[in-house]
């Protein structure tokens, strides 16, 4: 039997960002017992994409080259391994791929039915494919913060979310203010009226002085601190924290992780923690909730074609995307 090919992008080793990215035919992939095969629609770029093939987890990432990135995906069920029984051919689905294989930049990727669920008629594929990272992201930092409830019901603290008009950041501006929080975002100049609209209390351009400081506009401590920016040390935190504010670094560094340790260690007050996403369906199947009830919405920064993939990568590089960036198939 003749093998069957699909597109795909994928890159033969560490470096080369946009430019390294090859447009390329290769092998259909076959789903194990517990995978179904995805005819894909959508996927999204996330940091962690690029940071792979730059090297930051090498000798561990990737396993292999050439290799397909990409593992925030939505797409038709194609195929279902033998002991995959809550999925079946036809079904339409938002999967998060393992990232030691991805896939995603493809026409066709294998999915791991423990981290899919079913895209509600509401969410259109793009919508779904900006779910799986970035909203995990936020929500779990938000529970690392002491957020148990998204109804309003739980206990009021103030917030401060950087860089909150991207990907991650979106997300927890809308999940904070769902758990009835008082935000204070930080972000660029051009996108400060897009973080309002988003329900943020409190918008700061952080290349202003009040920005960069951090200082909240209505003089207020901070209970905790989505971090999803880069470059901002303790020493800039530290004043703006309540007595037990906690910052909790989405992106964390072989400093920050030291200083996180540091703080530990010292049993200091102020707390650094860093964060480490844990792919959990529960998780994923309540964002999907939220986005599919209209309280939890997906802003599009821009859509590209898989031929066009390396024009989406290099937008995600330059850390300037408004919400997520998604490649179409």
Not at 262 to 268: N, P
């Amino acid at each position: 039997m003749a093998t069957k090919i699909m597109k795909a992008v994928q890159y033969e080793g560490y470096g080369g960002g946009a430019a390294g990215l090859k447009y390329t035919e290769i092998p259909i992939p076959s789903p194990k017992k517990d995978e179904v095969l995805l005819k894909l629609e959508a996927t999204s770029v996330n940091p962690i994409d690029w940071k792979v093939q730059k090297g930051m987890l090498r000798p561990f990432l990737p396993p292999r080259f050439p290799f397909v990135p990409g593992v925030d995906v939505t797409g038709e069920v194609s195929e279902a391994g033998p002991e995959v029984a809550d999925f079946k051919r036809g079904d339409k689905v938002i999967a998060m791929l393992s990232l030691p294989n991805s896939g995603g930049l493809a026409e066709f990727a294998v999915a791991p039915t423990n981290m899919t669920v079913s895209r509600p008629a509401e969410l259109s594929p793009a919508e779904g494919a900006g779910l799986p990272t970035a909203a995990l992201i936020a929500l779990q930092a938000l529970k690392t913060a002491g957020t148990t409830k998204f109804d309003g019901t739980g206990k009021s603290s103030n917030i401060l979310i950087t860089a909150a008009s991207g990907g991650v950041g979106h997300y927890a501006v809308q999940l904070a203010k769902l758990a009835g929080l008082h935000v204070t975002a930080t972000c660029g100049d051009r996108n400060v009226e897009f973080v309002k609209q988003l329900g943020a209390d409190e918008v700061l351009d952080y290349k202003t002085p009040q920005g960069a400081s951090l200082t909240s506009p209505s003089g207020k401590k901070y209970d905790a601190v989505i971090h999803c920016a880069s470059g901002i040390p303790w020493s800039t935190f530290e004043p703006n924290l309540s007595a037990y504010g906690t910052v909790i670094d989405i992106s964390p560094s072989f400093k920050s992780m030291v200083a996180a340790l540091y703080k530990k260690v010292t049993l200091s007050k102020k707390k650094l923690v860093t964060l480490v996403l844990a792919p959990k369906v529960e998780d994923m199947r309540f964002v999907v909730e939220l986005a599919k009830e209209g309280r939890l919405r997906t802003c599009v920064d821009s859509i590209h074609g898989l031929s066009t993939a390396e024009a989406a990568w290099a937008k995600s590089i330059s850390g300037h995307a408004t919400g997520k960036i998604i490649v179409e198939m």
